[in-house]
């Protein structure tokens, strides 16, 4: 999650990256459910400047995992 390899965002990346806060509105789940998927690996977001900060295609791969499709009537 937040290591320094050429994988690792750039500085002016995370300052445009989602907190926490702002990804709690856009997603409907608390901050608590975010914060502990982010621990379990579920949501990938990076440290910085103590904040947790979330790119907006790690987000969107979240969500997208998040919606189960809808069963067609039958």
């Known amino acids: 999650m937040g290591s320094t390899d050429s994988t ?3 500085h002016e ?5 989602f907190t926490v806060a702002q990804a709690e509105d856009i ?3 608390s901050g608590f459910v975010l914060r502990a998927d982010i621990r379990l ?3 990938t977001a990076y440290k910085f400047a103590g904040l947790w900060r979330i790119l907006p295609e790690d987000l969107a791969a979240y969500r997208s995992k998040l ?3 809808s069963r067609s009537a039958r």
């Open 67 to 69: 919606v189960t499709p």
């Open 41 to 43: 690996g579920k949501l």
């Open 8 to 10: 690792t965002p750039t």
């Open 27 to 29: 997603t409907g789940r």
């Open 13 to 17: 990346t995370l300052l445009s990256a």
